[in-house]
């Protein structure tokens, strides 16, 4: 068996998430995340792959759903009725140039954003 490694070696997960948020951050396209996240191409890779697994175990969600919406999310009242703090939430969020100018235009894509921004937000609070 060959004793050398095979490819590159990854790239830490908090040098991408860094990256990820400076992108969301400054509004730049993924090329021109700076190389010290990374491989622009690994941060973009990885935010969609994040994105995929939070989607596949519904990890998000708290926004009615439509009345004819097919696939139904979970949904609490409670926290939708706390009008006063989403508001201001939403003011937090636009700080991000990235989000606040909508960059991406996969929708997907820019939902996740959205819940990354949020998660880092809430961490940070």
Do not use: H, M
Not at 15 to 40: C, D, H, K, M, T
Not at 76 to 104: C, H, M
């Amino acid at each position: 068996l060959p004793n050398k490694p095979r490819g590159v070696a990854r790239v830490d997960d908090r040098r991408v998430l860094n990256g990820i948020i400076w992108r969301f951050r400054s509004g730049a396209p993924w090329a021109e995340v700076p190389e010290r996240y990374g491989p622009s191409t690994t941060c973009y890779n990885r935010f969609v792959r994040w994105r995929k697994a939070a989607a596949a175990r519904k990890v998000w969600a708290n926004i009615p759903n439509r009345s004819n919406r097919k696939q139904r999310f979970a949904f609490s009242p409670w926290l939708y009725k706390q009008r006063n703090l989403v508001e201001r939430f939403f003011n937090r969020i636009k700080q991000f140039r990235g989000i606040a100018t909508r960059y991406d235009k996969n929708p997907a894509n820019f939902l996740a954003a959205i819940k990354l921004i949020c998660a880092r937000i809430w961490c940070v609070a």
